[in-house]
């Protein structure tokens, strides 16, 4: 079946790269160009990434990533998910008169992530140099890079109160004193500055490439990098979303004890495909959980562009995130049912509960022995947290929302040996939190999805990971393996079903499953302050048609419908087993793009 799309599929032998965004997509392709791996390539576009894409992702974020080695044969999971500060307890929150983790500002902080998660991959999988994966990005920060229009719109509507509250930030994003135009040549100096000066101690310290990553992690965690964070917090006490000002519990021991990590998926088979996702330190088990109902509703036999698929996928959806919201959290600290979660009498029992009628409820499974965490669950999405809203710093749902709201970034590459990598790299947004004076880039708030009471497994306590939205997706079937994924916070899980369904089943090729409508629940608790629910809530782009959304309010949704082309981010990469590659990239905000040969 013929169907027109927006920009051909990407297909060719020699390499893919996308991204969020275009300049990104383009350094990671050179990198290949040049001999790199897919490894090398995920680096430099992750890195370039922080600088083009500012308000979506930064050094001091987090980054999970998952990959497929041909040396190893393995796929698994880089964790780049730093844990809360020894000092982050609830009762040190709630002392200060907080019922939630501030969604900005230094008291939000957990150890940053992302960069020694991206030294990690280096080491270990890339064989360029650590100058050569980083060089992209110090230039397009030193010589500029022409700012996207919601970049610069982020940081106009942020202005006064950079200058006013947090004048390290207004230093770096407003240097003239306003914010940049639109596509108007932006730099970063600062940033240019500490990681040329990363590459240069290490290149003088060390010839052995592989001693070179690890002095460039080191003196980020222990190094010039920490003592310019902490120079900057033992006195800084800075006004966030809580509308009051706190002071940061992040501690040089903190940074310099923690290293990402590399973990096993989570897998489900869901026809024919093993889908791979991080465990429950992320939402990513959602989408196995969702795939684990569905499989039994004959979802190939639905139009998916039609008002019972739509209404099936939402519906399934409501149960799986009210189960995160309920027994997600890191494994580490938490016993997390997850085989139970993901088993067939679990999934039969739960798809039983999907009507023809949109459910307004919260419903979280019985799992035998955890009922205490269901029961936590629904008292805490009934509670009112309206009265601790301030101007939030969270992630959107997309950008019909307010721009003073961070985001994320996705990025997927494969190389022509087999190679690939997904990662959803995340946090320490502009608006999140201040720079830190000299280095070009603030902290991150990702301690905002903690709770602030004991006993669940998604409790601010130290040492443990946050539960994120961060979910890249590996899948693989008879040969065929595909990594794909999308910036949108609790949407995350929900666009890459949405795809994934519609390319599994219904014979489109990858760009014309993205470049189909979209829609999302917005039902379940949200994970980003003020942590609000919105019962039988959804958003539906209006490409969808009249008569379609008229279907969904007759059967009991509440339905905002989204202007076209708004919702979803979505890219994708595929390797066939006679070795040819496919990529693709949602034309919506006209930012990313798929690059290959």
Not at 287 to 309: E, R, V, W, Y
Not at 419 to 447: D, H, K, Y
Request: aromatic share 8%; hydrophobic share 40%.
């Amino acid at each position: 079946m013929s169907v027109f799309t927006t920009r051909p599929e990407i297909r060719g032998t020699f390499g893919v790269a996308t991204s969020t965004h275009w300049i990104a997509s383009a350094v990671g392709f050179g990198i290949l160009e040049r001999g790199g791996n897919a490894f090398d390539a995920a680096v430099a576009t992750g890195l370039t990434l922080q600088v083009v894409e500012p308000h979506l992702n930064g050094p001091a974020g987090d980054m999970p990533a998952i990959f497929h080695s041909v040396k190893t044969g393995k796929t698994e999971v880089l964790c780049a998910q730093g844990p809360a500060p020894a000092a982050a307890t609830v009762e040190h929150y709630t002392d200060q008169g907080l019922t939630l983790v501030p969604g900005s500002g230094l008291l939000a902080t957990v150890v940053p992530g992302a960069f020694d998660g991206w030294m990690l991959m280096l080491r270990d999988h890339g064989i360029l140099s650590l100058r050569d994966v980083m060089q992209p990005a110090i230039d397009y920060a030193r010589d500029g890079h022409p700012v996207l229009p919601r970049v610069a719109d982020t940081i106009a509507s942020l202005a006064d109160y950079f200058a006013r509250e947090w004048p390290s930030s207004a230093q770096v994003w407003t240097p003239d004193g306003k914010a940049p135009a639109p596509n108007a040549i932006f730099r970063n100096p600062d940033l240019a500055a500490t990681y040329e000066r990363l590459v240069a101690d290490s290149e003088a310290s060390h010839t052995d490439r592989t001693a070179q990553i690890d002095a460039a992690r080191d003196a980020w965690k222990q190094g010039f990098v920490a003592d310019a964070i902490f120079d900057y917090l033992k006195d800084a006490e800075v006004m966030d979303v809580s509308l009051s000002r706190h002071r940061a519990v992040l501690a040089p021991q903190d940074m310099a004890g923690w290293q990402a990590t590399y973990e096993k998926t989570l897998q489900y088979v869901y026809e024919g495909w093993t889908v791979h996702k991080t465990d429950a330190w992320s939402q990513g088990p959602v989408m196995l959980q969702t795939l684990a109902l569905l499989k039994g509703m004959d979802i190939g036999s639905m139009d998916p562009n039609g008002a019972q698929f739509i209404h099936t996928i939402i519906e399934a959806m409501k149960l799986s995130y009210a189960d995160r919201e309920a027994y997600y959290g890191d494994p580490v600290h938490s016993e997390i049912p997850m085989e139970y979660l993901l088993s067939d009498a679990y999934a039969d029992a739960r798809r039983a509960l999907i009507s023809d009628v949109a459910s307004h409820d919260q419903r979280p499974g019985i799992v035998p022995g955890f009922e205490h965490l269901a029961d936590a669950y629904l008292e805490r999405s009934t509670r009112d947290f309206r009265a601790a809203k301030g101007a939030s710093a969270g992630e959107p749902t997309m950008s019909h929302l307010t721009e003073k709201r961070g985001d994320t970034v996705h990025l997927d590459v494969i190389d022509r040996w087999g190679n690939m990598v997904a990662a959803t790299p995340s946090g320490g947004w502009l608006q999140s939190s201040p720079v830190i004076p000299g280095l070009g880039f603030p902290l991150n708030s990702r301690a905002q999805m903690f709770w602030l009471e004991n006993g669940l497994p998604s409790s601010l306590a130290p040492g443990r990971r946050p539960r994120t939205t961060l979910t890249p997706s590996l899948a693989e079937k008879d040969g065929r393996q595909l990594v794909f994924g999308t910036p949108g916070g609790d949407q995350q899980d929900q666009w890459q079903l949405i795809w994934f369904l519609r390319f599994v089943h219904f014979g489109q090729d990858m760009q014309a499953c993205m470049d189909a409508p979209l829609f999302h629940s917005m039902h379940f608790q949200g994970s980003f302050y003020p942590r609000e629910t919105h019962a039988g809530a959804m958003m539906i782009e209006d490409t969808f048609g009249q008569s379609v959304i008229d279907d969904l309010k007759d059967r009991g949704h509440v339905v905002t419908v989204a202007d076209p082309w708004t919702i979803g981010r979505l890219t994708a990469a595929l390797r066939e087993p006679d070795g040819l590659l496919r990529a693709a990239a949602t034309p919506r905000l006209m930012q990313a793009y798929a690059v290959g040969r």
